[in-house]
């Protein structure tokens, strides 16, 4: 149905010989075929694909571009999951745990903050990287392949050959192909330089052991996606009032609090 959709906004979609989709005949550097859909959602949400580094078509939207426009990259630039008041000067620090292909950390850069952002999915961590040089944050945002976990010190996680499922990816399971350092928030702000007092949490998991951590207190702002209504007690009962909710417009689960002192 989004391919019937497509072509009645005008884009001629096809899947040639060799895997790759193009669009009006030019080529989009999708590597997975599973991103066709994808890719058809970022056209009918008024992304459009335009020359960029070395020639490569890439799909842009409102001074912003990205490789592959995730369902990710939709949540924050089109339903702006991210858009709230939080008060800061230019070069303030803030911690992205679950930054996913940079879409959180490329919003918070352009809004003036130093972006720690930490992903523990290969596969995503690479695509953040090549997002970050695209969007011309890279200076402003420092990009860690790691996990959140308050005691140990190194986490299995799962890669994947379709970068969309990265999305969902968890580190709170125990088994997993490929082993990245896990840091507590203690820890990571120690690569801000204790200078970082707003954290963001989308981690699939990993919140409701976030949420004990010792250091959580330091932070004045969190803004986190949470279905588990415990994790929002635990934040209520440290000290956090709830400030406003960015609701998902399909998936109630994937709201974003925005949680303050």
């Known amino acids: ?59 842009r939207r409102e001074g912003v571009a990205f490789k592959h426009v995730t369902f990710a990259v939709v949540e924050t630039f ?29 919003w918070f850069a352009k809004r003036g903050f130093r972006v720690l952002a930490i992903e523990p999915v290969p596969s995503a961590f690479e695509e953040m990287l ?21 005691s140990h010190p190194a986490v299995k996680v799962n890669d994947y050959d379709c970068l969309e499922s990265t999305i969902t990816a968890s580190t709170s399971l125990t088994t997993g192909t490929v082993t990245v350092p896990g840091f507590n928030l203690r820890k990571l702000l120690e690569y801000t330089d204790w200078k970082a007092r707003v954290l963001k949490v989308d981690c699939e998991g990993c919140e409701v052991e976030l949420v004990t951590d010792p250091m959580l207190p330091w932070f004045t702002d969190v803004l986190i996606e949470a279905p588990n209504r415990g994790v929002h007690k635990v934040l209520r009962g440290l000290g956090f009032r709830l400030v406003k909710v960015n609701k998902h417009p399909s998936n109630p689960d994937a709201s974003v609090y925005h949680y303050a002192k």
Do not use: Q
Request: glycine letters at 8%; charged letters at 20%; one cysteine or more.
């Open 78 to 106: 089109n339903y702006r999951l991210y858009d709230f008041n939080i008060p800061h000067e230019d070069g303030d620090w803030l911690i992205d745990i679950g930054a996913n292909v940079g879409d959180s950390a490329i």
């Open 1 to 59: 149905s989004r391919l019937i959709d497509a072509e009645a906004k005008g884009y001629r979609v096809s899947i040639n010989s060799n895997g790759k989709v193009s669009i009006n005949d030019v080529e989009l550097p999708l590597n997975e075929p599973c991103l066709l859909g994808m890719t058809l959602n970022a056209l009918l949400n008024d992304w459009d694909y335009a020359a960029g580094v070395s020639g490569h078509p890439w799909l």
């Open 130 to 150: 090549d997002n970050l040089m695209l969007n011309d944050v890279a200076g402003r945002v420092k990009a860690i392949n790691a996990a959140y976990s308050l």
